[in-house]
């Protein structure tokens, strides 16, 4: 079982930026692949980024050039770099994690609201 932790979310201008973390329990952090969804009241969950366990990182047109994700494994951390945040980005953000072959993502945080003003 892997537990997730998200902090780092609050309330930004257009235009700034925001970094977002995930602590992930457990000693196999290094084996996950990780990745970042949110989602907006009304709207269905989206995928924002995704960083397997060897480095291969996916991201949507939307965000692309825009976020970055990274890992720390002697932190067991994830981060989701925000830089030129528009409006349209504000969510509530999710880290999750799933094991490497397996399709979907098992393992999710509670979400950390991410709000964009304009």
């Known amino acids: 079982q892997v537990q997730l932790v998200e902090s780092g979310g609050g309330l930004v201008q257009a235009g700034g930026s925001l970094r977002l973390s995930c602590a992930a329990s457990?000693?196999?952090?290094?084996?996950?692949?990780m990745g970042w969804f949110r989602q907006a009241p009304g709207r269905e969950r989206e995928f924002v980024a995704s960083?397997?366990?060897?480095?291969?990182?996916y991201y949507p047109d939307s965000v692309k050039g825009r976020f970055t994700i990274s890992r720390d494994n002697a932190k067991n951390t994830v981060y989701l770099q925000m830089n030129s945040l528009k409006p349209e980005d504000t969510a509530v953000y999710y880290c999750?994690?799933?094991?490497?072959?397996?399709?979907?993502?098992?393992?999710w945080g509670q979400g950390t609201q991410v709000t964009v003003s304009s």
């Open positions: 999750a994690a799933k094991w490497v072959a397996v399709p979907e993502y098992d393992f």
């Open positions: 457990g000693r196999t952090f290094s084996s996950l692949d």
């Open positions: 960083l397997s366990w060897n480095s291969k990182t």
